[in-house]
């Protein structure tokens, strides 16, 4: 039976809800969705750990933002070698972020302001700690033997194939009880499991169905590519050596094998099939490798897979032009069966895209344009805690890394942990007021004076730009939803037209530190200015300052 959950939204206190256009039915297109890392949201029991009554306590703060849905990185059951991606027990709640009330209290919550919310799924690995490997590794005749993927050494003792982990090191371990090598394309605490047994898919699907049942609006699939891997264990081929060495033996190959199996989409038509049992749920997935667009595009054609896609294309990207978005952009168009991408510039695992791309002295003023060109781009947005706030990527010393990905390749990439570090809620209070006690990763001075408090009731602020930002799209169904077409620009302007029923909108970007002179076409009337920076008439002769911008409706 499908189930109704659509509860009455009551009038949030401080903006009034904007009920989306009428033809924009399906939140799954055009949505902005905030993304919540549990561990450095808040701490309310003075551990130093974020957890989920700090988030029940923000969600005012979210939904005053007018965002459509929030997105909780991993909180279930885990030994936290890599912080919740290494999952011991799918459908249980670590004590460490609370218990199985507390989220139950989240989602009603959100409901209650119009806020879906989305969660993540690992279907790729489990920690070694699950009690399905426990299983598995005892003998190679039990019930579960096969739900990892094991392997016998080479005749010389060597492992099974030439695959590397994405934390370094080979991907195989050897397991002395089972006298095999098992598979883990991350930590080696993270066993993959063998989806190409069917017993695996179904059990991961009532995974889903356990937290569908418990009033999720959708799932955000980490690292989806790598669910299935080639059974014969073919080496992978070396990569091209077209730049500098890589940092880690992950990068040396092409992951024609232990990644991308092209059996993939039929696991996918699986999910699907089961989400279409309950009301528009959003399936995502996060596709990882240089070359994404054939997976995305492959796992969101139709009608029978995901909802959408997304990839590393902003994340990883050390600066940001106008090339940059076009190439990332134009593959989505309106063809039949195209699938509905969705971007990110900041996330729990990359770099904050203000400090990637912008020099400190005009962090402000770029901080804002960025968000300006995500929430115009063509498709989902993903808005990363403190990203309203304009936060720069935190300092973290060396001896207080957590992540294992930088402390392996330190000092040589930024790692994780400085986008990971406490959201700054209030300026003179202890630890920018995220927790009474030592936090788990040390809150940047600077983070300070860019605190909650600081900015909530300044219009001019990041967080009073966005605010404005997102009522402007909430409210224009070309933002939302519609077709996208670039317009020739001198370097470093960006222009685009966005276009739905009748609504067109002119965006406008400078992406670069110097002034950028470019004019609209005369055949394109200028109607209402909807939001800009640094520009008061967008047919003003003056040129376009740096990191300035605007969006405006136009009169044909």
């Known amino acids: ?120 799924q690992v279907y790729s690995h489990t920690s070694d700690r699950h009690q ?46 089972r006298r095999q090598y098992y598979l883990h394309n991350f930590l080696s605490s993270q066993p993959d499991l063998n989806l190409h047994n069917p017993a695996v898919q179904d059990a991961l699907l009532e995974v889903a169905k356990f937290w569908l049942d418990r009033g999720v609006d959708g799932f955000r699939l980490d690292a989806i590519n790598f669910v299935l891997h080639d059974p014969a264990l073919r080496d992978n081929p070396p990569a091209p050596r077209n730049g500098p060495p890589p940092t880690r033996p992950f990068d040396y190959q092409r992951h024609l094998f232990n990644q991308s199996h092209p059996d993939i989409p039929s696991f996918l038509e699986r999910i699907r099939e089961l989400t279409n049992a309950y009301d528009d749920i959003l399936t995502v997935a996060e596709v990882v490798g240089p070359a994404p667009l054939s997976e995305m595009k492959s796992f969101t054609r139709g009608d029978a897979r995901l909802s959408s896609a997304y990839n590393f294309a902003f994340l990883y990207a050390d600066d940001i032009s106008p090339k940059t978005v076009k190439e990332a952009l134009r593959p989505w168009g309106n063809a039949p069966g195209d699938g509905w991408p969705s971007w990110a510039f900041s996330n729990h695992d990359a770099p904050r895209a203000v400090s990637r791309w912008a020099d400190d002295a005009l962090r402000e003023d770029a901080a804002k344009l960025f968000l300006m060109l995500l929430m115009t781009l063509r498709g989902n ?82 967080l009073g730009f966005t605010k404005s930002l997102l009522r402007v799209r909430s409210q224009s169904m070309a933002l939302r939803c519609g077709d996208m077409t670039f317009l020739e620009t001198p370097h470093p302007a960006l222009a685009f037209l966005r276009e739905a029923a009748g609504e067109e909108v002119l965006c406008l970007f400078n992406l670069g530190t110097t002034p950028a ?14 939001i800009a920076l640094g520009v008061d008439q967008p047919d003003a002769p003056a040129p376009l300052p740096p990191y300035g911008g605007y969006i405006a409706k136009i009169n044909r």
């Open 1 to 120: 039976m499908r189930r109704s959950r659509a509860p009455p939204i009551r009038p949030r206190p401080l903006t009034a809800y904007v009920e989306p256009h009428p033809q924009a039915r399906d939140w799954r297109r055009g949505a902005v969705i905030y993304h919540v890392y549990p561990r450095s949201f808040r701490d309310t029991n003075g551990d130093g750990v974020g957890d989920l009554q700090g988030i029940l306590d923000k969600l005012d703060y979210i939904a005053h933002l007018e965002v459509d849905a929030i997105w909780l990185s991993p909180f279930f059951r885990s030994p936290m070698n890599d912080f919740g991606y290494d999952v011991a027990d799918y459908c249980s709640v670590d004590p460490i972020f609370g218990a199985l009330a507390d989220f139950d209290a989240i989602v009603a919550a959100a409901h209650d302001r119009g806020l879906k919310v989305i969660i993540d």
């Open 132 to 177: 399905w490997f426990q299983e598995s590794r005892q003998d190679r005749t039990n019930a579960k033997a096969d739900w990892y993927v094991w392997a016998n050494a080479k005749d010389d003792g060597a492992p099974p194939s030439n695959w590397q982990s994405v934390f370094g090191g080979p991907a195989w371990t050897w397991d002395g009880r």
């Open 517 to 530: 002179d470019w004019r609209p076409p005369e055949a394109l009337r200028f109607g209402d200015l909807l």
């Open 381 to 462: 947005a993903f808005l990363y805690q403190g990203e309203e706030l304009g936060l720069p990527q935190a300092d973290v010393p060396f001896d207080q890394l957590k992540d294992p990905e930088a402390i392996a390749n330190w000092p040589l990439t930024l790692g994780r942990d400085g986008a990971r570090t406490p959201m700054p809620w209030s300026a003179g209070s202890p630890n920018a007021g995220f927790s009474d006690g030592t936090p788990w990763l040390p809150v940047d001075p600077r983070h300070r004076d860019l605190a909650a408090d600081r900015q909530v009731d300044d219009p001019s602020s990041v």
